[in-house]
């Protein structure tokens, strides 16, 4: 069955960076597109990226865009975020997502990681 | 991108139904066929429950639909269940290749 587990929860200081990774089993990594979803506590979801485990094309939330950046390592089935310059709005639980296979345009998110909490605070 | 817009809370009796709105733009839900609809419970990640508008993963009950007209889209439950009490996000195609989810709406089963 399609799985993706993410790493662990981080505590890290304002201005640092997180890099944050999904490791997929259970499909052809390459097939599907993988979002990036944050959820600050109580808040609602945000989008906020895309990439192609195909080709590595990746789409950034204008919001993010310069801070964040999105790669996949096809050797180990494994998607990065890495978010840069934290603030405590950062805060947030960050998921991973497996697209169905429309892409990006079909915007339907099947199979989630369990979430990683990213606590930024000085 | 602007967050679509839900209501913050919708509520309904065991048995009944209950539909929540989802309002965009001509830019997101309003151009294109790609709304989709997840279910969170506190917690847990979110769990696809409709895609392109209409369409229910395979394992979904068909108490779960939904509908588009103009920039709104809407998601009905029929015959709630305890179980459906949750949170409930849409989220839409938007256009440029991004994507928008709505602010989420809180359903209650009384």
């Known amino acids: 069955q399609v799985q993706l587990v993410q790493s662990g929860g981080e505590v890290k200081k304002p201005g640092a960076s997180v890099k944050v990774s999904c490791t997929a089993s259970?499909?052809?990594?390459?097939?599907?597109?993988i979002i990036w979803v944050r959820q600050a506590p109580g808040q609602a979801l945000e989008w906020m990226g895309w990439?192609?485990?195909?080709?590595?094309?990746?789409k950034y939330a204008q919001r993010l865009q310069g801070r964040v950046t999105m790669t996949t390592d096809t050797s180990t089935n494994t998607a990065y975020m890495d978010l840069r310059s934290l603030t405590s709005d950062d805060t947030a639980v960050y998921y991973c997502?497996?697209?169905?296979?429309?892409?990006?345009?079909?915007?339907?998110?099947?199979?989630w990681g369990q979430g990683t909490l990213v606590t930024v605070s000085s | 991108q602007s967050a679509l817009t839900q209501p913050p809370s919708a509520a309904g009796s065991l048995g009944q139904s209950v539909t929540i709105s989802c309002t965009g733009t001509s830019s997101d839900v309003g151009g294109y066929k790609y709304v989709s609809w997840y279910q969170q419970h506190p917690g847990k990640a979110p769990n696809l429950m409709i895609y392109e508008v209409t369409k229910r993963p395979s394992g979904v009950p068909d108490r779960f639909s939904g509908s588009k007209s103009g920039n709104t889209a809407s998601l009905t439950v029929s015959g709630l269940q305890a179980e459906d009490e949750a949170d409930y996000y849409c989220s839409s195609y938007a256009a440029n290749n991004f994507v928008v989810f709505g602010g989420g709406t809180k359903l209650t089963v009384l």
């Open positions: 997502a497996r697209a169905l296979p429309g892409g990006l345009i079909q915007a339907a998110f099947s199979s």
């Open positions: 990439i192609s485990a195909y080709n590595g094309d990746t």
């Open positions: 259970g499909y052809t990594f390459t097939n599907y597109g």
